[in-house]
């Protein structure tokens, strides 16, 4: 009955999150009212939209049942995507355009510097797979969070789009691809 409770009265103060950009911050385990392990359920009743879906690109799995796939919502922000695996979610991105920040103050448009600044050694920098920019890669410090972390994409010496979320899938290069 307890954990009922707890997780009512949770879901009404999610509840109350606006959709806009300037409410919503950047870390670990969420991004906005949005957690890591959130089943889509309890996404729609958070973003208040019934009709929120998954897609993927699995021709045997459309839905994302099983596998990989990306929440499609009204009410979700721009230049954000969601990605579930196996109906929960493990990751959220932050694309290019965006006005999110981390928790840190780390957005798009942020000096490899400031990012490096800002996290010390918690960062370990990386090539990017497909440019000549850098994976600045997060790491937490503590460990109850050391299966989460984030990861910083670069171009030029700035930050273009970043990722936070359950490690294995903030790794994934290519999303779901």
Same mark, same amino acid.
């Given at each position: 009955?307890?954990?009922? #409770?707890i997780?009512?009265?949770?879901?009404?103060?999610?509840?109350?999150? +606006?959709?806009?950009?300037?409410?919503?911050?950047?870390?670990?385990?969420?991004?906005?009212?949005?957690? %890591?392990?959130?089943?889509?359920s /309890?996404?729609?009743?958070v973003?208040?939209?019934?009709?929120?879906? #998954? @897609?993927?690109?699995?021709? /045997?799995?459309p839905?994302g %049942?099983?596998?990989? +796939?990306?929440?499609?919502?009204?009410? #979700?922000?721009?230049?954000?995507?969601?990605?579930?695996?196996?109906?929960?979610?493990?990751?959220? /991105?932050?694309?290019?355009?965006?006005? @999110?920040?981390?928790?840190?103050?780390?957005?798009?448009? /942020?000096?490899?510097?400031?990012?490096?600044?800002?996290?010390? +050694?918690?960062i370990?920098?990386?090539?990017?797979?497909?440019?000549?920019?850098?994976?600045?890669?997060?790491t937490?410090?503590?460990?109850?969070?050391?299966? @989460?972390?984030?990861?910083?994409?670069?171009?030029?010496?700035? %930050?273009?789009?970043?990722? $936070?979320?359950?490690?294995?899938?903030v790794? #994934?290069?290519?999303?779901? $691809?």
């Amino acid at each position: 009955m307890r954990s009922v #409770l707890i997780g009512t009265v949770l879901l009404l103060t999610m509840a109350s999150y +606006s959709t806009s950009e300037a409410n919503w911050s950047v870390y670990l385990r969420h991004t906005g009212p949005l957690e %890591v392990g959130m089943s889509l359920s /309890d996404v729609r009743k958070v973003l208040s939209d019934p009709k929120a879906h #998954l @897609f993927s690109l699995e021709l /045997d799995d459309p839905k994302g %049942v099983n596998g990989c +796939s990306y929440l499609e919502s009204m009410a #979700l922000p721009s230049k954000i995507s969601v990605m579930f695996n196996r109906q929960k979610i493990v990751r959220i /991105d932050i694309n290019e355009g965006s006005l @999110f920040k981390t928790s840190s103050g780390i957005g798009i448009g /942020d000096t490899e510097d400031r990012v490096k600044a800002v996290y010390g +050694s918690r960062i370990r920098v990386e090539p990017h797979p497909y440019t000549d920019g850098h994976y600045l890669i997060y790491t937490p410090a503590e460990k109850s969070d050391r299966e @989460f972390g984030m990861i910083f994409e670069t171009e030029e010496g700035r %930050v273009t789009s970043f990722r $936070a979320g359950l490690m294995s899938a903030v790794m #994934l290069i290519e999303g779901c $691809a």
